[in-house]
Structure formats: C-alpha cells, structure tokens
C-alpha cells in the first residue's frame, strides 16, 4: 500500500524530519502531557486501566508515555519507521515495526482504543476507505478511535497542512465526518488543539483565543451568514463504534 517516495521518507522520519523542526526537552514534554490532561484524559474516563489500547503511527511513543504515566498498561503501538520504533521500545514499550495496514490485516484483537495522532492525512482517499474500515472492524463493541489531524478550515493551518512532503488528504470535520460514516461510525464528535487553561500563560491564550474565534466567526457570518467551531490548525475527532 505505500509508495518508494514514503518509505524514503520514513526510514529518517525522526532523524531527518521531526527532530531537524523541533526539539523536544522535558520542559514540552510537560507542556504536552498538561495538555493532553485537558484534551485526551476526559475521553479515556470511562475505560479500564486494563483496556486494550492501540495507537497506530506511535513514533517515538510520546502518547504512550502519557497513558503509561495515567496507569493504562495494556498498550501496543504500531509504527513503519524502524529508528522511531527503536525509540519507542528503548522506553520500555510494545512497538511493532510494520506497515499499519499490514498489521490490522492480519491482527485477531478486538481494541477498547484506537489513536491515530497526526496519522490519516499521510494517506490517499483509497487508502483511507480500506483503512478506517479496518480501524472500524479492529475495535470492540464500544471502542473508541480517537484522531488528531490538520484541519483545511483552521485560520492558521497552511504551515501544518504544507509543512511536510508526505500529506496527502486534508480533512475538515465535515469530510472526517464522511470517511468515518462511510466505515460504520454513527457517533462523532470534535474539538479544537486549542490553547487549555493549565497555567496562567493557558489561562490568557484561551482568552484571547476565545476573541480571535468571535472575530473570525463574525467575518465569516459576513461573507455567507453561517459561522464554524473549528479553527485551531488541527483538531481531534472522538468517533465511536
């Protein structure tokens, strides 16, 4: 399923991509795990420290680290670049190195979880059928596939969408809305990557954030009467089986 110009990319992803545009220290690994304390903890609620968890494109286990911290131990992450494997697995995680369609094809478990983070735009429209109805079947009867992705209507989305050569398909809610319907998912929800009030620097961003969406919402009522909840550069989606 994947293209020579990809898999060249991807055998260097960490080394010639991510850690060449941002370098990672404790201090925003921190800064992520207050805001995923915000984002992705209230949806997990629910669900046993025992649940079965996936996260599929998991490079070098940033998430995993996070669910382990919050006592979720039965976690496997699937990622088809062997140094970000490496990575992962030299924390002390279970990372597989394969091709994720590769891997759904032939896995027999049922997940209580399934991350996808920054994962569904690196694929064609023909992949993403075959993929999220593999997804789709993957899960357990009450699973939950949780996905964080750029968003094609965000104000400031250009640098995420355009910023690396392997993208292929951008999603607004709306057309996320339609690939995963298509796949069986009746009951999906969103929210932005917006700033979280975890510090008083949170506290003055969401403010001020909070501005900026009226601002925008009132120039878009404008233009055409209508106004949107998403405008962050990406956005997660929360879709139920």
């Not at 008083?200 to 878009?220: E, M, P």
Request: glycine letters at 6%.
């Amino acid at each position: 399923m994947t293209i020579d110009y990809r898999k060249k990319y991807y055998d260097s992803y960490y080394t010639a991509f991510n850690s060449q545009i941002s370098k990672i220290d404790a201090k925003i690994i921190d800064s992520l795990f207050a805001h995923y304390d915000y984002k992705v903890l209230p949806h997990l609620n629910n669900f046993a420290k025992d649940s079965l968890i996936l996260e599929l494109g998991c490079g070098p286990g940033y998430l995993l680290d996070y669910l382990k911290l919050n006592g979720f131990n039965n976690i496997t992450g699937v990622d088809i670049s062997r140094e970000q494997v490496e990575l992962a697995n030299s924390k002390g995680h279970h990372v597989l190195l394969d091709d994720i369609f590769n891997y759904l094809r032939n896995s027999s478990d049922k997940f209580d979880i399934i991350f996808a983070f920054d994962l569904i735009e690196h694929f064609t429209k023909d992949e993403l059928l075959e993929l999220t109805n593999l997804i789709f079947n993957s899960l357990s009867d009450a699973g939950l596939f949780i996905i964080r992705t750029p968003n094609g209507q965000g104000y400031f989305s250009g640098h995420i969408i355009y910023g690396d050569l392997t993208h292929q398909t951008i999603f607004t809610p709306n057309s996320l809305t339609q690939l995963l319907a298509n796949a069986g998912f009746n009951n999906i929800d969103f929210s932005e990557n917006a700033p979280v009030k975890k510090n008083l620097t949170g506290i003055v961003r969401a403010t001020l954030w909070s501005v900026i969406k009226s601002i925008l919402n009132f120039t878009l009522m404008i233009e055409n009467g209508g106004s949107q909840k998403i405008w962050t550069r990406d956005f997660y989606c929360f879709a139920k089986k």
